[in-house]
């Protein structure tokens, strides 16, 4: 199985950075073949932000391209989102995902604010 830890969301202002990063542990964590970030804002579904693969190709949602950036270490199954100029509707709670052959594995979330 997989765990999946979260961290270095919180409240930035509009403009601003933050970075996510996701550690992956567990029996099968070497293996995992997609890494990414997903967000849920209030009222909305959960959307796919940006993933990565293990030979290192990305996917990022439109209305993010530009923004941010996303990188994996795989010697260290971790991955992490860089976010720069953000902007209110990128107000969310951010998961980690992890796809693996033997199924797909979350995080517990971390909120990202971004307000005045």
């Known amino acids: 199985q997989v765990q999946l830890v979260e961290s270095g969301g919180g409240l930035v202002q509009p403009g601003g950075s933050l970075r996510l990063s996701c550690a992956a542990s567990g029996s099968i964590s070497s293996s995992i073949n997609v890494m990414g970030w997903y967000r849920q804002a209030p009222g909305k579904q959960r959307e796919l932000v940006a993933d990565i693969t293990k030979g290192g190709n990305t996917d990022l949602a439109d209305s993010v391209k530009g923004r941010f950036t996303i990188s994996r270490d795989n010697a260290k199954s971790t991955v992490t989102l860089q976010m720069n100029s953000l902007k209110p509707e990128d107000t969310a709670v951010y998961y980690c995902?992890?796809?693996?052959?033997?199924?797909?594995?979350w995080g517990q979330g971390t909120q990202v604010t971004v307000s005045s």
């Open positions: 995902n992890a796809v693996h052959l033997l199924g797909s594995f």
